[in-house]
């Protein structure tokens, strides 16, 4: 058997905490920046929804049967043909339309804040109308 020396290889109790402390520190340094990313990334989520894809099936909607659909036939008239719908060429999206928190997004038309064309908007993370909304017209 031969032997090296009395030192053992490996690291000693001191080597391991400085380790522990200084990924703790990089940790406490890191996490700050990554907090509340996900919430902002489900916003601009919902912003794209209403900005560009829904209103881009409302819009071909529009194109096709001269009008928006109405409140009652709501989003759905963009999946489904509605009686209303003289030249219907759908459908104009390709599932029904949810908000990153799992709710449906709000439609009305012709809308009260947008009345040429329609009110679309989500309620949010907190599931009422709010500060947090996420709306076409602002």
Same mark, same amino acid.
């Given at each position: !058997?031969?032997? /090296?020396?009395?030192?053992?290889?490996g690291?000693? *109790?001191?080597?391991?905490m400085?380790?522990?402390?200084? /990924?703790?520190?990089?940790?406490? !340094?890191?996490?700050?920046?990554?907090?509340?990313?996900? =919430?902002?990334?489900?916003?601009a989520?919902?912003?794209a929804?209403?900005?560009?894809?829904?209103?881009?099936?409302?819009?071909? $909607? =529009? *194109?096709?049967?001269?009008?928006?659909?109405?409140? =009652?036939?709501?989003?759905?008239? *963009?999946?489904?043909?509605?009686?209303?719908?003289?030249?219907?060429?759908?459908?104009?999206?390709?599932?029904?339309?949810?908000?990153?928190?799992?709710?449906? $997004?709000?439609?009305?038309?012709?809308?009260?804040?947008?009345?040429?064309? $329609?009110?679309? $908007?989500?309620?949010?993370?907190?599931?009422?109308?709010?500060?947090?909304d996420?709306?076409?017209?602002?």
């Amino acid at each position: !058997m031969i032997r /090296i020396g009395k030192k053992s290889a490996g690291f000693t *109790l001191i080597e391991l905490m400085l380790v522990v402390i200084i /990924i703790g520190a990089l940790v406490a !340094m890191v996490m700050p920046r990554f907090t509340g990313r996900g =919430e902002q990334a489900r916003v601009a989520a919902a912003k794209a929804d209403i900005q560009a894809n829904i209103s881009t099936g409302l819009k071909l $909607y =529009e *194109l096709d049967n001269g009008g928006f659909p109405s409140s =009652e036939e709501g989003l759905n008239a *963009l999946l489904n043909k509605p009686f209303s719908a003289g030249n219907w060429n759908g459908p104009y999206l390709e599932r029904k339309p949810l908000d990153p928190w799992g709710r449906e $997004y709000k439609y009305k038309s012709p809308g009260d804040h947008r009345k040429a064309d $329609y009110d679309l $908007y989500s309620l949010g993370k907190d599931g009422i109308e709010s500060s947090d909304d996420v709306k076409n017209w602002e």
